[in-house]
């Protein structure tokens, strides 16, 4: 995923779904994101992640429950 924008994406659909938390690319390659909503948002978000910026290569979505932490925004991480 990296080098396509993939978190800059993230970022701007969670924000525009309203959705609180971060993304990260992780040292494997792959994109962390953590996002707390409703289940409408998480599930819309979950679809556009699926799909990706346009020149992602999007090999798969694993989702997991996670404890809610508190967040203002949706944030990148290093």
């Not at 792959?30 to 996002?35: D, F, I, L, T």
Request: charged share 25%.
């Amino acid at each position: 995923m990296q080098g396509v924008g993939y978190r800059n994406f993230v970022q701007n659909e969670a924000a525009r779904l309203g959705i609180h938390g971060f993304t990260r690319n992780l040292d494997d390659g792959s994109v962390e994101v953590y996002a707390v909503g409703s289940l409408t948002q998480l599930s819309d978000l979950s679809a556009r992640l699926r799909t990706g910026p346009r020149w992602a290569d999007v090999h798969g979505v694993d989702e997991a429950e996670a404890p809610v932490e508190s967040y203002r925004g949706f944030y990148i991480r290093s």
